[in-house]
Every structure is written in structure tokens, then in C-alpha cells.
């Protein structure tokens, strides 16, 4: 039986979520892929536990739980460096300018012949070519469900079911929190900060809301899909962006009373050989597929030269989807790699 070591790095609200699908599937990857998986290492932003054996679940469960003071002289990057692992799932904060702590993480996994699956997604939208051309270097995976609206099939979708196809254009709604906000206030009269804090309850939310509600979640996602699943080489402000923060009651009146459904949709389109990339705000007759979207569910529609339309709506923004989606990624490594 071969060994997966495993580390997660970010414990948060989707990194406990993907240590508790680990051990709860352990059995499963014994039969399925003839596969011991153990986590041997966790690291949050001061401290992190390791043990070559697999961490205990007591151990986690006191790591998950103290106030995570740590050790002045912690680095995530030495931390990282002097574990042995197979995978590195990174589940740490999305820093859309520098790419933060993760861009290291995963190109110190990546150059040490180590497999990468992202759910945070900073890193992937500042470097996404160097981290791929890591990976194809050094012949381990790369892997973005997570990070791409993750239980919504996007990038898994065009790479493996639309294998061939041209996809001339794709659109979709890929932030759960922005669509949960619009519908909170147009069919239960909420105002935006109540829904906001519901979808901050619900564990969806980023940190700083506005990189939800002001497209920056939903432009993140297209950039990776566009690079990873186009092979385009588009950068975050390639992305015509507009968001939905200034929405007013008065506007919410006014499109109620038309039967106008308001929508923050995402797409790429192609033109020739150049890929167009926007977010923005549509209101939408109340009979489009995207209208009847509801909550924090998402939906993508793409369309192909040879496999006509395809529309898949689902995948609800929840961590415990974006944790499962992380394992999604880590399954087909499994796979790919018997
Ligand atoms: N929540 C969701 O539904 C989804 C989230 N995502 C993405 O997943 C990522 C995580 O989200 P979420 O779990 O909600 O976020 P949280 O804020 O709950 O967790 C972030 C974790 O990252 C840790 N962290 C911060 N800095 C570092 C560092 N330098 N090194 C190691 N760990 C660090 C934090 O440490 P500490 O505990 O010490 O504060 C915390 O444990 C984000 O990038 C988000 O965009 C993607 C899909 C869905
Ligand atoms: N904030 C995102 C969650 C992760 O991608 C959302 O609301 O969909």
C-alpha cells in the first residue's frame, strides 16, 4: 500500500473542513486506491503541528481550538521545508496583489516535486503560469478546483468533459456570497449588511466582503479559469469588474416591479484569438436559467463548436463543498497517478 502524507496550510474555516473529510475518507482511499493517506502536518498563520506519523485527532482538535499565539520565530515557509509530504492542500488567505504566503507555499511544493491543490486563490491569479510551468517541470499536479468556484465543475468541466471542444464562450454565476446578498434583498427585503453577515455566518464570505460583492471573487475565478483551462495569459486587470456594493433600496423596488431578476455574472468570451473577460451586473427576465439561481447556489453555461450548449447549475458556495472539491482534486491525483 503506498503512503500520501499530506499538509494543510491555512486551518480555518475550509482547511478544518478538509482535515475532517480526510479522516472520515481514509477507509475509502484503502480500498478504492489501495492508498494510506495521512495528515502529517497543519500550519496556520503563527503556528503549525507536524508529525511524520500523521497528527493525532486530539492534536488537531487543541491546534484547531487555541488561540494560535505560536512561536515568534515561526515561518510557514521552514515549517514547510522541514516536512516530508506528497500534497500540500492550501487553504490560507487569497492576496490578490502579492499572492502572499501561498505563492511560496505552493512554488516551494511545486520545485520540490511535491503535488499542489489550491483553494485559496491569490497565488494562482499573480503567478499562475510560473506555479503551472513548476508543475510541468517538475512532473506533479497542479490542481484549482477550489479555487474555482469549487463544487461548481469549471475548469474540471472544459479540461476533462469538453476535452477537444472549442469553447467560444462562457458565463456564469461563481460568486455564492454576491448571489445570496442580491437575492436576500430582492425576495426576503434585507438590507445588504444583514445579508452580509449571514453569508459571513454561513463561513462563504471572504474576510473583507467587498472582495465578494465587488466582483473581485467572481474576476479571480475567471483569471484562473481563463489561464488554467484557456491557456490564456490574462492578468486580474485584464477583467472588466463591476460589483454590486452600491446597489440602493430604490433600485431594488424598481426591478421588483419590473419582474427583473439582478444578477453578478461572470464570462469569457472568445475573439479570435483574444479572450474577453468582465464581471458585471445583469438584470435578467425572470424566465433566464441564471434567474432561478437561488441562494448560495452558482450555475455556469458554456458554449462549444462541436458539443452545442451545456448548462450546470449547483455546486453552492459552502466550505465543506469547497473542502470537498479540494479532495475532488486530490481523488483524480490518485487516479492519474496508479
Ligand atoms: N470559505 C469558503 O467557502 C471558500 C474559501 N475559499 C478560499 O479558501 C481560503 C480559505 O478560506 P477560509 O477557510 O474561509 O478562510 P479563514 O480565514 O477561515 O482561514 C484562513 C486560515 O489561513 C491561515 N493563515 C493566514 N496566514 C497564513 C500564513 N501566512 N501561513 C499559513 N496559514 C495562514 C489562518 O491562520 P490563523 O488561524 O492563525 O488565523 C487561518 O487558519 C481563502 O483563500 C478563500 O478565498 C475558496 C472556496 C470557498
Ligand atoms: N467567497 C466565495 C467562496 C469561495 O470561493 C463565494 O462566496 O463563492
Avoid at 14 to 27: D, F, I, N, P
Avoid at 67 to 80: E, Q, R, S, V, W
Avoid at 186 to 207: C, D
Avoid at 294 to 305: H, I, M
Amino acid at each position: 500500500m503506498k503512503r500520501w502524507d499530506l499538509v494543510i496550510s491555512g486551518f480555518g474555516t475550509v482547511g478544518k473542513q478538509v482535515a475532517r473529510l480526510l479522516t472520515e475518507r481514509k477507509e475509502r482511499y484503502r480500498q478504492r486506491y489501495d492508498a494510506d493517506v495521512r495528515l502529517v502536518a497543519v500550519m496556520r498563520s503563527k503556528a503549525g503541528c507536524y508529525d511524520p506519523e500523521g497528527v493525532s485527532s486530539e492534536l488537531l482538535q487543541a491546534f484547531s481550538e487555541e488561540n494560535c499565539m505560536g512561536d515568534m520565530t515561526f515561518t510557514g515557509i521552514d515549517f514547510l521545508k522541514g516536512s516530508t509530504y506528497d500534497v500540500l492542500i492550501e487553504t490560507g488567505p487569497s492576496d490578490l496583489e502579492t499572492g502572499g504566503a501561498a505563492l511560496s507555499y505552493m512554488k516551494t511544493a511545486l520545485a520540490a516535486k511535491r503535488h499542489v491543490i489550491a483553494v485559496s486563490k491569490g497565488a494562482l491569479v499573480v503567478d499562475y503560469s510560473t506555479l503551472s510551468a513548476l508543475a510541468r517541470e517538475h512532473g506533479v499536479f497542479l490542481k484549482v478546483s477550489g479555487a474555482t468556484a469549487a463544487a461548481l465543475p469549471t475548469v474540471d468541466l472544459l479540461q476533462y468533459n469538453l476535452a477537444g471542444s472549442d469553447v467560444t464562450y462562457m458565463e456564469g454565476i461563481f460568486t455564492g456570497t454576491a448571489n445570496y446578498v442580491l437575492g436576500a434583498m430582492m425576495e426576503e427585503g434585507n438590507t445588504m449588511e444583514t445579508a452580509i453577515a449571514r453569508a459571513q455566518q454561513m463561513g462563504i464570505a471572504e474576510p473583507d466582503p467587498r472582495f465578494d460583492l465587488e466582483g473581485w471573487d467572481t474576476a479571480s475565478k475567471l483569471t484562473i479559469i481563463a489561464n488554467a483551462a484557456f491557456e490564456a495569459k490574462l492578468g486580474l486587470s485584464d477583467v472588466k469588474r463591476e460589483g454590486i456594493m452600491t446597489i440602493t433600496q430604490e433600485q431594488i423596488a424598481k426591478w421588483k416591479a419590473e419582474s427583473l431578476v439582478p444578477k453578478l455574472v461572470g464570462s469569457l468570451r472568445k475573439e479570435g484569438e483574444v479572450l474577453k473577460a468582465a464581471v458585471e451586473l445583469r438584470l435578467l427576465e425572470s424566465d433566464h436559467p441564471f434567474a432561478r439561481v437561488l441562494g448560495t447556489t452558482k450555475a455556469v453555461r458554456v458554449e462549444t463548436d462541436t458539443m452545442g450548449e451545456l448548462l450546470v447549475v449547483g455546486g453552492k458556495s459552502d466550505p465543506v463543498a469547497a473542502a470537498s472539491a479540494a479532495l475532488k482534486d486530490f481523488e483524480h491525483v490518485l487516479q492519474q497517478t496508479r
